[in-house]
């Protein structure tokens, strides 16, 4: 799965694999002017010397020069492939159905967009590269050894194994620890994050101790879980060190031997100490990193990024419901062991206006979530244009029919923002909305107008402001069914009676309006009024 960003991202990350193979090149190619110019000291050649001196400079100049060119290139193909993930997980939770999506909290999926892909970043993309750096390291300084002798490639081939094998011991241990500190990291944000905002109610109460209860619990677990992810990570550098080193001093005792039975030169000393070195430090490391890499595979598969499209296509190929009467027979609803809503059964043709009433936990709520396509496990039937609600697809529902929430929430934007969500209406079509619900003065008065920012969840406006907002934003879009939840008990009763009065005036349109004040003047106006 990791790979394959690596393949989406395919152009900058072949011309990083040649610099990567230019660097390694010039950095055995140094290993090797080593050995010349040590002979070329032993035979007091000093032209000899100066040519080989100048050479090395150059390589060296070429390698520091690729070496930036190629953590430069890190830094942009990582960025690009870390939109990629995001991209794919935003992909993810936009295609989930209600339910599938509210089985995490907001700030997890939030946790996953920021603290995973920054891991995944750290341990996933960067080690990648890093196995790249090592792969051509070896491979070109096994070759570069072959070129004294055919020995050095054998011995260097069999404590390769010892240098590799040993920091495996600990890889399934780095695996688990990785996972839990993303957990952990979820949990800190979850946690932290419902403290921070409920800060207002604790600071009436004077509890905002609970913050720092809140951050150093969660930090606690966090940092032992850390702490131990460091241990594991030392212990298998610990090994491959104790490896690296061994093979090393084994290296270099052996082309002593070679030196001494006068298979190759004095100077072949340095050189093959030298490149033995990128091989063992190469392979003592590719251990540990290819552990890194692996260790990121689960959060992937977390992300369910195999999901089916996403809600934004299948709306646009979803078949259109092509009836809007409502039918309910016998319909409920159990929360476990507690009732919902009591069996109940209507009738309603399209197009008309029922108020539901009835006493807080009836189930008035419960019945437009039913009705919304929220909750699928009701029990006996609620069809719409004749077809079971549970069997329509959600795109379809979304098509026709729209939900406004007693407690709307409203983006930190403008008035605009919140209207449109992004889509493109004329100015004529949004004014007629905002007067529909009884906020156009308001809006008018504004400096900015529909530019006006509403702060984060609309607290520069009131609380009627902000249901009257959500309205509009119901009311622009002309759905076949509305279904409003409380939607005028933060009004004023003037506000309230023009809101009703606008609705109850659609002649294409199905309204079902929650209330616990159903007001005198518009009662007689509703079709039908459904007390539970």
């Known amino acids: ?166 920091p495996q011991v600990v890889h399934k241990k780095l695996q688990v620890v990785n996972l839990q500190v993303t957990q952990r990291n979820e949990a800190f944000l979850n946690g932290v994050s419902d403290v921070l905002k409920g800060f207002d109610t604790l600071l009436a109460f004077q509890k905002t101790q609970r913050l720092m209860q809140s951050v150093t619990r969660y930090g606690q677990k966090i940092a032992a879980c850390k702490v131990e992810q460091k241990k594991i990570a030392t212990e298998a550098t610990a090994l491959g060190v104790a490896a690296n080193i061994t093979s090393q001093l084994l290296t270099s005792g052996w082309t002593g031997v070679l030196v001494f039975e006068h298979i190759t030169s004095t100077g072949a000393i340095l050189s093959t100490g030298s490149l033995a070195s990128n091989v063992y430090n190469s392979l003592a490391n590719l251990g540990p990193t290819l552990n890194a890499v692996r260790a990121v595979a689960p959060l992937l598969k977390k992300y369910d990024l ?90 379809a529902l979304r098509q026709a029919l729209l939900y406004v929430d007693q407690i709307p929430y409203i983006f930190n934007s403008t008035i605009r923002d919140n209207l449109t969500l992004g889509d493109d209406f004329p100015a004529a079509a949004i004014w007629q909305a905002l007067t529909a619900s009884d906020l156009a003065d308001f809006v008018h008065q504004q400096p900015q107008g529909l530019d006006t920012p509403v702060g984060e969840k609309g607290r520069l406006f009131s609380g009627g402001q902000r249901q009257r907002l959500a309205l509009a934003r119901g009311l622009l879009r002309h759905k076949k069914i509305l279904l409003i939840d409380e939607g005028t008990n933060s009004l004023s009763k003037a506000s309230a009676l023009a809101v009703e009065d606008n609705f109850l005036a659609q002649p294409d349109m199905t309204v079902l309006f929650v209330t616990h004040q159903l007001h005198a003047e518009n009662k007689e106006r509703f079709d039908q009024i459904i007390s539970l």
């Not at 990083?16 to 090149?25: D, P, Q």
């Not at 197009?351 to 909750?375: F, M």
């Not at 004749?386 to 697809?393: A, F, I, N």
């Open 1 to 166: 799965m990791l790979i394959s960003y690596f393949r989406r991202t395919w152009g900058i990350n072949v011309l990083i694999l040649i610099i990567i193979v230019g660097s390694s090149t010039l950095q055995a190619t140094s290993a090797i002017l080593n050995s010349f110019m040590l002979n070329s000291l032993i035979q007091r050649d000093l032209h000899q010397f100066i040519f080989y001196t100048v050479l090395l400079l150059a390589c060296w100049l070429g390698f520091t020069g690729c070496i930036f060119c190629q953590y430069y290139l890190y830094g942009v193909a990582t960025q690009r492939m870390s939109l990629l993930l995001r991209q794919d997980i935003a992909r993810s939770l936009q295609g989930r159905s209600y339910a599938a999506f509210h089985k995490q909290e907001s700030d997890t999926y939030a946790s996953w967009l920021m603290n995973d892909v920054a891991l995944i970043e750290e341990q996933g993309f960067a080690n990648v590269y890093k196995v790249a750096e090592m792969a051509a390291a070896t491979i070109i300084s096994i070759g570069a050894l072959f070129t004294y002798h055919w020995s050095l490639i054998v011995l260097t081939l069999v404590l390769s194994l010892l240098t590799a094998f040993l």
């Open 306 to 395: 195999a999901f089916p499209a996403p809600a934004a296509a299948d709306s646009l190929s979803a078949t259109p419901v092509t009836g809007f009467d409502l039918t309910a027979q016998h319909l409920s609803y159990t929360f476990g062991e507690k009732s919902g809503l009591a069996p109940l059964s209507f009738q309603l043709p399209f197009p008309t206006k029922a108020a539901v009433i009835g006493d807080s936990g009836t189930g008035k709520s419960t019945l437009l979530n039913i009705l919304a396509g929220k909750l699928a496990d009701y029990g006996g039937s609620v069809t719409i244009g004749g077809c079971e609600l549970r069997t329509v697809p959600e795109a």
